[in-house]
């Protein structure tokens, strides 16, 4: 009687949470079937490796998939792993290469903070550009007056970008001649 009671309890011991009974099962999906219920019918695709999580949940619901309680595991089909991943790279990045700069086909206007720069800064642009200002400004006046006029004027992108390569295409041959 003592051993019927011992092999119950080793036996309730190994069970984990995902219905197993022993670590050698958890790792086999040879038998499982996808966890999922796709547009209310049950996936019957060979689970793979791939584990439903709360991590994935909002991209589940998004492809109207939902995980079948009954089922004694948390495993889903590569098929299904690869629809979330897809709607997970398909998702808009904040600081994403297609966003950066413009927003519904207008370019968007990127604002220098010149509160933030040095005063010796603001004086050098100050005097390169020869704005003309009450003496005894202080750092804030003077930001002020360079921004406002840092915003007048005018850029042609092809010219400076063309200008940019002639430079950095020259400089380079120029470094190697003195080398």
């Known amino acids: ?7 119950l309890n080793s036996k309730t011991a ?3 949470t995902n219905g197993f009974s022993t670590e050698d099962d958890s790792r086999s999906s040879h038998d499982q079937i996808c966890c999922l219920i796709d547009s209310g019918e049950k996936c019957q695709r060979q689970a793979g ?4 999580s709360k991590r ?16 004694p595991h948390i495993y889903i089909c590569d098929y299904h792993k690869t629809q979330i991943q897809n709607i997970r790279t398909k998702r808009k990045r904040k600081d994403s290469e297609d966003d950066q700069g413009f927003h519904d086909g207008v370019e968007e206007i990127v604002e ?7 005063v010796n800064t603001l004086r050098k642009y ?8 009450r003496p005894g400004l202080s750092k804030a006046q003077l930001a002020d007056a360079v921004a406002s006029h840092f915003k007048t ?5 092809k010219d400076i970008l063309q200008m940019f390569f002639y430079t950095t295409k020259t400089k380079r041959y120029d470094n190697k001649d003195s080398t």
Do not use: C, G, W
Request: net charge positive; proline share 4%.
């Open 126 to 133: 100050k005097r390169h550009y020869k704005i003309s200002t």
């Open 56 to 71: 994935i949940q909002n991209q589940a619901r998004k492809l109207k998939l939902t995980r079948d309680e009954v089922s």
């Open 153 to 157: 004027i005018p850029v042609k992108e």
């Open 14 to 16: 190994n069970m984990s």
């Open 112 to 118: 220098i903070d010149f509160y933030q720069m040095p």
């Open 49 to 52: 490796n791939a584990s439903y």
């Open 1 to 7: 009687m003592q051993s019927n009671t011992f092999s």
